[in-house]
């Protein structure tokens, strides 16, 4: 029997036709250890994945039209979060990691906020009318120089979700070697490494999938907030040049997605404002990718499972640089791992049942015929395939009796 080859085109017709054979890649492990890489890529047509967490290189680009007499807006509030207003008269830009003005929650404890740009993304998604405020330097043609009011998502011409970095592949596992708590955007870490904290969805994780990204480029429709949305370019700090296991798996935070959307078409549960105690505001942002099985190959990817996908502890109070070890995320959603010999409880900040039900209701959208694949216009950077590189050492031995930082 020959070697598998599918086409975009020959996988679309399939869903048109309705006899495309879908799963998540939940369900992909389980084929791919039963039947084989080959058996799996003759039977599927596509592996559907999920992700949901803090993502907070996220924000909107909005439009909020113009006013009479007109303003060239060039400072811009949202229920008191500040928007960046330097792009044209009306247009703006909300970062999700920006807070709110002088909230009251940051003058008791530093860094935290309880309201912030991830809010009101959340707040306009919802249907809630946001305060919308903005001021100007006026000019001829733009004489206004105040204008206060009320909208809604509805009332708002033109907003779209645009997020600079999310989706990463792979992410550290944060633990804390300090004498004290320290609040970071990866939650509070106790002292003493009193727990780990760590976000990604392992198996159903996007990139963790497709780990030299041969099917996700410029083009790659995606499932984006509760809506379609698309991969628009590789996010900011992309960088595919890290350690791998033989599976292709990346062993440290790798490549990254920039991804778009039609606001107006998404939903509250999957843009949720976030405020973390000590670091600030955010926006957890609900992903999905699907993944064509074009080749053995890819029914290689897509088979991974938690107990294939690795990732390193590190240290967040910056006691000690370097990886503590590695451990896999098998271990880590068992809710406890070991380091230095010492059993330490783990804490996802994603959301594994929100990742899997992403990837079903993707999996539901394309086997109704609703969702297409998007070919890549083009293909973001990556590396070769390499042979194995020699573990790291699984432990590195900390001086408990002598902590660096008080």
Same mark, same amino acid.
Not at 69 to 92: F, H, Q, R, S, T
């Given at each position: 029997? @020959?070697a598998v080859?599918?086409?975009?085109?020959?996988?679309n017709?399939?869903i048109?036709?309705g006899?495309?054979?879908?799963v &998540?890649?939940?369900e992909?492990? @389980?084929?791919?250890r039963?039947?084989g890489?080959?058996?799996?890529a003759?039977?599927?047509?596509?592996? &559907?994945?999920? &992700?949901? #967490?803090?993502?907070?290189?996220?924000?909107?680009?909005?439009?909020?039209?113009?006013?009479?007499?007109?303003?060239?807006a060039g400072?811009?509030?949202?229920?008191?979060? =500040? #928007?960046y207003?330097g792009?044209a008269?009306?247009?703006?830009?909300?970062?999700? &990691?920006?807070?709110?003005?002088d909230?009251p929650?940051?003058?008791?404890?530093p860094?935290?906020?309880?309201?912030?740009?991830?809010?009101?993304?959340?707040?306009?998604v919802?249907?809630?009318?946001?305060?919308?405020?903005a001021?100007?330097?006026?000019?001829?043609?733009? %004489?206004n120089?105040?204008?206060?009011?009320t909208v809604? !998502?509805?009332?708002?011409?033109?907003?779209? /979700?645009?997020n600079?970095?999310? +989706?990463?592949?792979?992410?550290?596992?944060?633990?804390n070697?300090? +004498?004290?708590t320290?609040y970071?955007?990866? @939650?509070?870490?106790? %002292?003493?490494?009193g727990?780990?904290?760590?976000?990604?969805?392992?198996?159903?994780?996007p990139l963790?999938?497709?780990p030299y990204y041969?099917?996700?480029g410029?083009?790659?429709?995606?499932f984006?907030?509760?809506a379609?949305?698309?991969?628009v370019?590789?996010?900011?700090?992309?960088?595919?040049?890290?350690?791998?296991?033989a599976?292709?798996? =990346?062993?440290? =935070?790798?490549?990254? /997605?920039?991804?778009?959307?039609?606001?107006?078409?998404?939903?509250?549960?999957? !843009?949720m404002?976030?405020?973390?105690?000590?670091?600030?505001?955010?926006? #957890?942002v609900?992903?999905g990718?699907?993944? %064509?099985?074009l080749d053995? $190959?890819? +029914?290689?990817?897509t088979?991974?499972?938690?107990?294939?996908?690795?990732?390193?502890?590190?240290d967040?109070?910056?006691?000690?640089s370097? =990886?503590?070890g590695?451990?896999?995320?098998?271990?880590l959603?068992? @809710?406890?791992? /070991?380091v230095?010999?010492r059993e330490?409880?783990?804490v996802?900040?994603?959301?594994?049942?929100?990742a899997?039900e992403i990837?079903?209701?993707?999996?539901?959208?394309?086997?109704s015929?609703?969702?297409?694949?998007?070919?890549?216009?083009?293909f973001?950077?990556?590396?070769?395939?390499?042979?194995p590189?020699?573990?790291?050492?699984? $432990?590195?031995?900390?001086?408990?009796?002598?902590p660096?930082?008080?």
């Amino acid at each position: 029997m @020959g070697a598998v080859h599918k086409s975009y085109q020959e996988i679309n017709e399939k869903i048109r036709a309705g006899k495309a054979v879908v799963v &998540t890649a939940e369900e992909m492990v @389980g084929i791919v250890r039963e039947k084989g890489t080959r058996q799996a890529a003759q039977q599927v047509d596509v592996v &559907t994945t999920g &992700t949901f #967490a803090p993502m907070c290189s996220s924000g909107v680009f909005i439009n909020f039209g113009h006013t009479d007499p007109p303003i060239k807006a060039g400072k811009v509030w949202l229920n008191d979060v =500040p #928007a960046y207003g330097g792009l044209a008269a009306v247009d703006l830009y909300l970062g999700a &990691t920006e807070p709110a003005f002088d909230d009251p929650l940051n003058k008791i404890k530093p860094g935290t906020f309880e309201y912030g740009g991830g809010h009101v993304i959340h707040d306009l998604v919802s249907g809630k009318p946001v305060r919308l405020r903005a001021e100007a330097y006026g000019t001829d043609c733009y %004489p206004n120089r105040k204008v206060e009011m009320t909208v809604t !998502l509805n009332d708002l011409p033109y907003a779209v /979700l645009c997020n600079p970095r999310n +989706a990463y592949q792979n992410y550290n596992c944060a633990v804390n070697l300090s +004498a004290r708590t320290i609040y970071t955007y990866m @939650g509070a870490l106790k %002292p003493r490494m009193g727990n780990a904290n760590y976000s990604t969805s392992g198996q159903l994780s996007p990139l963790l999938n497709d780990p030299y990204y041969r099917t996700t480029g410029l083009g790659t429709r995606i499932f984006l907030g509760g809506a379609q949305g698309f991969v628009v370019w590789h996010g900011s700090q992309h960088n595919p040049a890290v350690r791998r296991l033989a599976n292709g798996v =990346p062993r440290a =935070p790798a490549g990254t /997605l920039m991804v778009l959307g039609d606001l107006k078409a998404m939903l509250p549960r999957w !843009l949720m404002g976030v405020s973390m105690q000590g670091y600030g505001c955010s926006l #957890a942002v609900g992903i999905g990718v699907p993944i %064509p099985i074009l080749d053995e $190959e890819m +029914a290689a990817f897509t088979g991974v499972s938690d107990e294939d996908i690795v990732t390193q502890v590190k240290d967040y109070s910056f006691t000690q640089s370097e =990886p503590l070890g590695e451990v896999s995320y098998a271990q880590l959603r068992s @809710g406890a791992i /070991l380091v230095n010999g010492r059993e330490v409880t783990t804490v996802p900040l994603s959301s594994y049942v929100r990742a899997k039900e992403i990837a079903n209701i993707l999996k539901d959208w394309i086997q109704s015929g609703s969702f297409l694949l998007g070919e890549p216009q083009h293909f973001f950077p990556t590396v070769q395939r390499g042979e194995p590189e020699e573990n790291m050492s699984d $432990e590195v031995i900390v001086d408990f009796e002598k902590p660096p930082l008080a």
